[in-house]
């Protein structure tokens, strides 16, 4: 019998055809897209790989009106011409498909790759993306692992078609396409009518976060510092604060120090205890994200990727898992073993072998598709950089998990000084058990003197310290993401490129997390007109029903009907309330401008602001654009910044330019400037800032991001030239508006 294996990556492909043939397998190509063909028993098996979604949700009409619900799957390839690479990868599954009688979905085991297997399946069987399931054809390989061993375990326990995955992955899909363009629709009609152009988007999830932030933001802005005042004893270079702590009027503070210059200062008591610290649970993808950020600095969603790439390889687990258990059916002892024969882990390991050491600290968080994330005990080969650190970092928490608790000596002593009592505390490290193992964290230690109960000291110094109350901190990426899962917006994979999504629509800047004039208007004036898409409980809700289509609890027609219903209410409120909100978004976008601005345009006397043109180049232009064409050229990949100076020739602002790995310096704007008349390449400037003015009809376009749609797969490099399109054969893109769509 012959049957079709789908991996979702061309490294996972490989990996598939080299594990499950009874000999080496025969490699084919098609349309310069290889394939692999083995036999298994009386079976014939082709593997093929997906490179990620190969279809996507598009409406059907081309009707601009708002509420809109027609849609339909169609080829990526189909829907917008950055993806039009992934055609050959169609192309090659519907050509091997045609010899197949068996489907194997392969893809990663999740709602997402669930989709993306079926709908490749309704493709090659019925040739339609959207016909009814044939699931007597289909069969599902589940795996956390990418080794050979798992491998053949997933192929030889091979499981049914998982219909209530696919369903609730589908209705996620849809739903989400729903919410994002109607709700992106209504916010740009709505600036629109306010008489101002601007590509704006909201999500599902992404108008829930953005609120998250902006509520912070409000709450520094209304934050009114507060001075306070702490009275401390020093005894042997030890502060032992008055256990009253932040006393907020100074009088009481003096007094309380006037007394206890006064006073006998006698040990009140001396507690002292051993506390036992449980090793840290294995990694989710959250935790993993945390970590990465706190240890190394690396960017959550950049830890998502190097794990994902680590996964593809087999040298650790699946990523995406909200789990921190390890089953003992992972056969544990085997991977401590494997992990000893690398000359890395081989201490650590041999540690835990000699004990018996093999029942590792679990968290309380479960995934039932998955495993915690951990190493599968393959050797790595040629890791370096920020991957080598993340596999390391993996590997050493899934060791320590199994570590003996570590055991810190704690000590508290309390000073009396006439009934005022001072206390200070230490902890010193007794037995670093897992801390060893683990090496990336170790807890402040600090050391008390020796006093007994009773003992009358003598402090070197009594003050009392003046200090001022602080706003409440800003997120920083990595803590945004762990309030998001505690709140439960988003999913685990999609809550970093949900923060990455209103990066790239410039609600929010800074590495500590700063919500934009533009973000906090479009809060606003959600705020005041359309709460709803803020409610965290209105996207509880929608997520319940999709986890309860995944129990089979909850009917698929149900749910959706359900979220039309909602969004027919969110159009319809905002449609009544389009010129509020309009002029809600105006007003934020105009102090967006001004407060990013990097001079007064020359021209018109507006803001010139930076900003990007359709074809992905940034350049200078106007605010008062299409009344005022002023732009100028700008150095791409730079950063530009306002020097608050004017160059006396051309009357341009002068900026400041950073280019990584190059010398800082200033220019002004004019490329024509005859300061700039020594400069190299004045022929180019000249056309430069000629085809940025040409350019300036598409400024109020954004760079297609795709954000309705799955990450962008790696191309498969090949020296095939992409296939020309048929003369007069219409552009098959999507239009801005549906590239402004969230995943969530």
Not at 73 to 91: E, G, P, Q, V
Not at 409 to 436: C, F, H, M, P, Q
Request: glycine fraction near 6%; hydrophobic fraction near 35%.
């Amino acid at each position: 019998m012959n049957k079709l294996i789908i991996a979702e990556k061309p490294s996972v492909a490989v990996r598939m055809a080299m594990s499950l043939g009874d000999g080496q397998p025969k490699r084919g190509a098609f349309n310069g897209v290889g394939y692999y063909e083995l036999n298994r028993g009386s079976d014939t098996l082709f593997v093929v790989a997906a490179a990620g979604h190969l279809f996507t949700l598009r409406q059907k009409s081309k009707e601009r009106e708002i509420p809109v619900f027609d849609i339909e799957w169609i080829a990526s390839y189909k829907a917008n011409d950055s993806s039009y690479f992934t055609k050959k990868y169609l192309d090659t599954i519907a050509e091997i498909g045609k010899k197949c009688s068996v489907y194997i979905n392969a893809c990663d085991y999740d709602i997402e790759g669930t989709v993306i297997g079926t709908n490749i399946i309704r493709y090659v069987t019925k040739g339609d993306p959207n016909a009814d399931v044939d699931a007597s054809k289909i069969r599902r390989m589940k795996f956390s692992t990418t080794t050979r061993q798992d491998l053949i375990a997933a192929y030889d326990g091979l499981e049914a078609f998982d219909a209530y995955n696919f369903d609730a992955g589908e209705v996620r899909h849809m739903l989400d396409w729903m919410w994002g363009i109607n709700l992106s629709r209504a916010l740009i009609r709505a600036i629109y009518a306010a008489g101002t152009k601007k590509i704006l988007s909201i999500g599902r999830v992404q108008g829930p976060a953005l609120a998250v932030l902006a509520e912070r933001e409000e709450e520094i802005g209304k934050f009114v510092p507060k001075d306070f005042w702490k009275v401390l004893v020093t005894f042997k270079e030890v502060d032992f604060e008055n256990i009253k702590g932040n006393i907020f009027e100074k009088d009481i503070a003096e007094k309380i120090l006037a007394a206890t210059k006064n006073s006998e200062i006698v040990v009140k008591s001396v507690e002292r205890k051993e506390n036992k610290m449980r090793p840290y649970p294995p990694f989710d993808l959250t935790s993993l994200q945390l970590e990465a950020n706190r240890v190394f600095g690396i960017d959550p969603s950049r830890t998502l990727a190097i794990a994902q790439s680590l996964y593809e390889k087999s040298y650790i687990s699946y990523p995406r898992t909200t789990s921190q258990k390890l089953p003992y059916a992972l056969n544990l002892p085997r991977i401590i073993n494997a992990l000893a024969k690398n000359e890395h882990y081989k201490n650590i390991a041999e540690k835990l072998i000699a004990g018996s050491r093999y029942k590792p600290a679990e968290g309380m968080k479960e995934d039932d598709a998955h495993p915690a994330i951990y190493p599968t005990g393959e050797t790595p080969k040629k890791l370096e950089g920020e991957e080598e650190r993340i596999y390391d970092l993996i590997t050493k928490r899934f060791l320590a998990c199994f570590g003996e608790y570590a055991s810190v000596d704690a000590t508290r002593i309390v000073l009396d000084a006439s009934g005022e009592n001072y206390a200070a505390s230490g902890n010193i490290i007794k037995n670093s058990g897992w801390l060893e193992l683990y090496g990336y964290y170790k807890p402040k230690e600090a050391t008390l003197p020796e006093v007994k109960e009773g003992e009358k000291i003598t402090p070197e110094k009594i003050q009392s310290k003046k200090g001022v109350t602080e706003p409440p901190k800003r997120y920083g990426k990595a803590s945004l993401i762990a309030l998001l899962e505690k709140k439960n917006l988003g999913t685990k994979a999609t809550r970093a490129e949900i923060i990455d999504t209103l990066f790239r629509r410039e609600y929010i800047k800074g590495t500590r997390i700063e919500v934009t004039a533009l973000g906090l208007s479009v809060y606003a004036a959600l705020k005041k007109y359309c709460p709803q898409i803020l409610d965290e409980e209105l996207t509880h809700k929608l997520e319940a029903d999709m986890e309860d289509i995944m129990k089979g609890k909850a009917n698929k027609k149900e749910v959706i009907d359900e979220g039309k219903n909602i969004i027919r209410n969110l159009v319809s409120t905002f449609k009544s309330n389009e010129k509020g909100i309009g002029e809600e978004l105006k007003k934020g976008m105009k102090e967006s401008e001004a407060a990013s601005a990097l001079g007064k345009c020359p021209k018109c006397g507006g803001n010139l602001v930076i900003k990007r043109s359709s074809a992905g180049k940034t350049f200078v232009g106007c605010s008062n654009w299409p009344q005022c064409s002023a732009a100028y050229p700008l150095p791409q990949g730079a950063g530009v910044y306002p020097t608050g100076k004017v160059c006396e020739l051309c009357n341009t602002p002068i900026v400041k330019v950073f280019r990584r790995g190059k010398r800082v310096f200033q220019m002004d704007l004019d490329p024509n400037c005859s300061s700039k008349k020594d400069w190299k390449k004045p022929d180019t400037q000249v056309e430069e800032v000629k085809a940025v003015k040409a350019s300036t009809i598409k400024n109020t376009e954004v760079t297609k991001t795709e954000e309705n749609a799955p990450a962008k797969p790696k191309e498969v490099k090949t020296k095939k030239a992409r296939k020309p399109r048929k003369a007069g054969a219409g552009k098959k893109t999507k239009s801005a508006e549906e590239n402004t769509i969230s995943k969530q």
